[in-house]
């Protein structure tokens, strides 16, 4: 088999982390931010507490830490799970920064207008601010997705089959340092560039809508 | 002013932001179908008092009294107590505040749907209804970016009358508007006085207290400096500080 056909076969793996950690990363994001902006102040520390301990662990340390130390003991862990756990925390933490930014950039008087209106909470989050803050976060989070993206060539060191692990082995075995790895990288900007561009495109879109508004 | 009458009344109300008084001590009866304006220079705390009276801000002591519903603010306020409260009594802000990601028309109808429990088809009835009051029926499919500030003005009082409030509150509702955009706000304004709704209006524009409202109120440093029919106040003012706000504003 070819090289490339062998990284082209581990681009589902690659894109499968990627997909699964980000997923993980914008649901708990969701939980951190809504702790980050509770009424009580215990919640709010904790809340941040996590962010902060994640956010200064590197990456890689943190999977090491969840595949070898916990994925190791009594928690019997795939390489594959190991990895969207480690990423998808670390996600949360980045993700839930980009819903707190999003958040302080709705307008003050859009809670005030809800809240004289009547409207319940709930309401007023998931109807009022949440749709004004997703645009405002999207281009934030399609960045996440790009990064994260690249970043899951980290997985490879836990024995994740993507695309830098099948490459890396290729590389090994066949001699040739260079080829390989340039036909990965390449791989990857031909996956990323896309997501870049819609990224953009989805800014512009939105600062229009902004703009407007 | 007959207690029996009011259907607003506030007590000894007080707010302090960071050790400044904003509220000092206001106390104020407002009849069913009064008209009253509030003028007073800036940090007189006639927006604080306003936005006390719906609860935006808690105040730190007095009570609060809505057709005799006594609501006793230095403690805290219950979710119940607080919906009670804001459903009765709608707010017109100066910055119109509508929400940019709906139609006219979805911000006029989702709160009826949610806070009055109303069908959407009876909402969106109730709305056009209000729209072609205000005069802008034509706008309601258009997002609020695509209507100019007195129209986006002008929604923004419709979606307060939708929830069918006893009292509205407008807080300095044309001072965001160029001239002329203020005047379609105040029409509309003058003509909902003209239905006896209970209006307090925070404002500038001492041409529409003179002629619409039933009472004129002058704030300074927190407190009611006088009160009258606005005549009275405008011709005659008692204190040296409405004197020198007055020719302040009426120099301009």
């Keep these: 088999m070819d090289v490339l056909s062998i990284i082209v076969a581990a681009i589902p793996v690659t894109l499968g982390v990627t997909a699964a950690s ?91 207008a809800a809240d004289a209106l009547g409207l319940s909470r709930t309401t007023t989050s998931a109807r009022v601010i949440a749709p004004q803050a997703f645009r405002v976060a999207m281009p934030g989070m399609v960045t996440w997705a790009i990064s994260l993206l690249k970043d899951s060539a980290l997985v490879s060191t836990i024995g994740v089959a993507e695309i830098m692990s099948v490459t890396n082995q290729y590389a090994r075995s066949s001699g040739d340092g260079l080829m390989p790895f340039i036909l990965a990288a390449a791989v990857y900007i031909a996956i990323g560039t896309p997501l870049a561009i819609w990224s953009r495109w989805l800014e512009k879109r939105f600062a229009r809508i902004r703009k407007a508004a | ?88 009594v709608g707010m017109v802000f100066q910055s119109f505040n509508l929400f940019p990601h709906m139609t006219v028309l979805r911000n006029i109808s989702l709160p009826q749907e949610r806070v009055l429990g109303r069908s959407r088809e009876e909402a969106d009835r109730r709305s056009m209804e209000l729209l072609e009051r205000v005069g802008l029926q034509q706008k309601a499919d258009a ?71 039933d009472r004129l109120i002058v704030m300074a440093d927190g407190r009611i400096l006088e009160q009258g029919p606005p005549q009275q106040v405008l011709d005659d003012p008692q204190h040296a500080r409405t004197r020198t706000f007055l020719s302040a504003i009426k120099d301009r």
């Design chain 1, 22 to 112: 980000f997923a993980i990363g914008a649901l708990l994001g969701l939980v951190l931010v809504a702790g980050r902006r509770s009424r009580w102040t215990v919640v709010r520390g904790i809340s941040r507490s996590i962010v902060e301990v994640l956010r200064g662990i590197p990456p890689i340390v943190l999977l090491f830490i969840i595949f070898f130390g916990i994925g190791s003991g009594s928690l019997r862990m795939e390489p594959f799970q190991a990895a969207v756990i480690g990423l998808g925390l670390v996600s949360a933490a980045h993700l839930s920064e980009v819903y707190r930014g999003s958040l302080l950039a709705v307008p003050k008087g859009q809670f005030e």
């Design chain 2, 1 to 88: 002013m007959k207690q029996a009458e009011s259907i607003l009344s506030l007590r000894d109300v007080e707010k302090t932001f960071a050790g400044h008084k904003a509220v000092d001590g206001v106390s104020l009866d407002i009849a069913r179908g009064e008209v009253v304006a509030v003028i007073g220079p800036s940090g007189s705390g006639k927006s604080t008092m306003l936005r006390c009276i719906n609860l935006l801000e808690v105040p730190d002591s007095g009570t609060i009294s809505v057709d005799g519903k006594n609501l006793d603010t230095s403690g805290t306020v219950s979710a119940r107590d607080l919906t009670q409260l804001r459903r009765r």
């Design chain 2, 143 to 213: 997002y609020p970016a695509k209507c100019s500030g007195g129209q986006q003005q002008r929604v923004a009082i419709a979606r307060a009358l939708a929830l069918d409030p006893e009292i509205m509150l407008f807080d300095e509702p044309t001072s965001a508007l160029d001239p002329e955009l203020g005047l379609e706000v105040l029409a509309v304004m003058r003509q909902l006085a003209d239905t006896g709704m209970t209006m307090i209006v925070v404002t500038h524009e001492i041409h529409f207290a003179a002629t619409v409202a």
